[in-house]
Nanobody
């Protein structure tokens, strides 16, 4: 059974930073593209960032580009999302996802975590 477990969410003031982690129980983790999405109440799930299996390719959603950084450690089966200069509009539940290839589309990912809440206060 594939399991993705996110951690690192919490409450932070605007301008602050958080680092999210996602530990994956995937036997061949390095062959999977990994991504982060987020969903705020009443809104669609939004693409945040993806990273290829090797880590050589990354892409970011327009609203987070320049502030967030996705990375992975294949030896630890873990993907990270470093979030800097956080804004109130970054408040959402953040989900980790795994799939065969990188894509910005949520339906391109086969496995999802349960999410971790990030709340940014003013």
């Amino acid at each position: 059974q594939v399991l993705l477990v996110e951690s690192g969410g919490g409450l932070v003031q605007a301008g602050g930073s958080l680092r999210l982690s996602c530990a994956a129980s995937l036997r061949t983790f390095s062959s999977y593209a990994m991504a982060w999405f987020r969903q705020a109440p009443g809104k669609e799930r939004e693409f945040v960032a993806y990273i290829s299996g090797s880590g050589g390719t990354t892409q970011y959603g327009g609203s987070v580009k320049g502030r967030f950084t996705i990375s992975r450690d294949n030896a630890k089966n873990t993907v990270y999302l470093q979030m800097n200069t956080l804004k109130q509009e970054d408040t959402a539940k953040y989900y980790c996802a795994a799939g065969a290839t990188v894509t910005m589309y949520r339906y391109g990912y086969d496995y999802w975590g349960q999410g971790t809440q990030v709340t940014v206060s003013s």
